[in-house]
């Protein structure tokens, strides 16, 4: 089984290049399950049920999300709706059970969960290996062949700690949330792993946010709004590949596309 996993998608710049590039990476990689972070989708906080049918329609089988799962207000109207919606464990806002999704492809049996770190994110109600413990003793009924995280956290070392301690149980460990994809993606342990797989959104921005506007907010201390920036995106996600016979990951390998005026 090939899972294409997508990074935090960031406006409508990070929702344009997925919808364009889907298709042809779905079929350049034969990927069998596409799962995306949408907790930026809709301009840079949350996602709508709109933007969240359109990315099915698109052909994106699970969304999970992050701090900003609740930024759109109209995501509590729509939650039971959205049954391929996977929201954080440990968001001090979750009220639903929908922290964790049973996926069946191939004979493979994985439970895929969203977990926040609690280094420097104030809508985490725990730290991570505390909230995945209690994942584990929650969804054990399941016996799933293994648990597929994203684990969205701030830090660098709270995520390759993560990956380490439970890799007999999360095969696979993707990091989302700093925007920014890492190149150490490996397989350690037998969990496939990546610090961030990075975003899918204007290149020329921080992090997705307007450079300006940024600017403004944390040197010159103005108040202003939230403003994504636009432009031609980058598109960053990993691609896993799980051993049809043995269940374990075999290779996990990062994908990043930058607007043509940006590559070398
Ligand atoms: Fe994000
Ligand atoms: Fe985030």
Same mark, same amino acid.
């Given at each position: 089984?090939?899972?294409?996993?997508?990074?935090?998608?960031?406006?409508?710049?990070?929702?344009?290049?997925?919808?364009?590039?889907?298709?042809?990476?779905k079929?350049?990689? @034969?990927?069998? #399950?596409?799962?995306?972070?949408?907790?930026? %989708?809709?301009?840079?906080?949350?996602?709508?049920?709109?933007?969240?049918?359109?990315?099915?329609?698109?052909?994106?089988?699970?969304?999970?999300?992050?701090?900003?799962?609740y930024?759109?207000?109209?995501?509590?109207?729509?939650?039971?709706?959205?049954?391929?919606?996977?929201?954080?464990?440990?968001?001090?806002?979750?009220?639903? !059970?929908?922290?964790?999704?049973?996926?069946?492809?191939?004979?493979?049996?994985?439970?895929?969960?969203?977990?926040?770190?609690?280094?420097?994110?104030?809508?985490?109600?725990?730290d991570?290996?505390?909230?995945?413990?209690?994942? #584990?003793?929650?969804?054990?009924?399941?016996?799933?062949?293994f648990?597929?995280?994203?684990?969205?956290?701030?830090?660098?070392?709270?995520?390759?700690?993560? %990956?380490?301690?439970? $890799?007999?149980? %999360?095969?696979?460990?993707?990091?989302?949330?700093?925007?920014?994809?890492?190149? !150490?993606?490996?397989?350690?342990?037998? $969990? %496939?792993?990546?610090?961030?797989?990075?975003? $899918?959104?204007?290149?020329?921005?921080?992090?997705?946010?307007?450079?300006?506007?940024?600017?403004?907010?944390?040197?010159?201390?103005?108040?202003?709004?939230?403003?994504?920036?636009?432009?031609?995106?980058?598109? $960053?996600?990993?691609?896993?590949d799980?051993?049809?016979?043995?269940?374990?990951?075999?290779?996990?390998?990062?994908?990043?596309?930058?607007? @043509?005026?940006?590559?070398?």
């Open positions: 089984m090939r899972i294409l996993f997508i990074g935090d998608i960031v406006g409508k710049s990070g929702r344009d290049i997925v919808s364009s590039l889907l298709y042809s990476l079929e350049r990689y @034969k990927a069998d #399950l596409i799962i995306a972070n949408g907790e930026n %989708a809709a301009h840079g906080k949350g996602i709508t049920y709109k933007i969240y049918k359109q990315f099915l329609a698109q052909g994106i089988d699970y969304i999970t999300m992050g701090n900003h799962t930024s759109k207000a109209e995501i509590n109207d729509h939650m039971a709706e959205m049954d391929k919606l996977v929201v954080p464990y440990n968001h001090i806002k979750r009220s639903s !059970d929908n922290y964790y999704k049973l996926i069946e492809f191939g004979g493979i049996r994985f439970i895929l969960t969203n977990i926040l770190g609690n280094i420097l994110i104030g809508e985490s109600s725990m991570a290996p505390s909230a995945f413990i209690e994942v #584990l003793e929650q969804t054990k009924n399941l016996k799933p062949d648990y597929f995280v994203d684990l969205h956290a701030e830090t660098t070392a709270e995520k390759r700690l993560f %990956a380490e301690y439970f $890799c007999d149980y %999360a095969k696979v460990v993707i990091g989302t949330h700093t925007h920014v994809q890492t190149a !150490d993606e490996a397989i350690i342990n037998g $969990c %496939a792993f990546i610090t961030d797989s990075g975003m $899918c959104g204007a290149y020329d921005s921080i992090i997705g946010r307007d450079v300006d506007e940024t600017i403004q907010f944390h040197i010159n201390k103005q108040p202003t709004r939230y403003t994504i920036a636009e432009g031609p995106a980058i598109f $960053c996600g990993v691609l896993i799980i051993d049809d016979k043995t269940k374990t990951p075999v290779s996990i390998e990062r994908i990043q596309i930058r607007p @043509k005026e940006n590559q070398d």
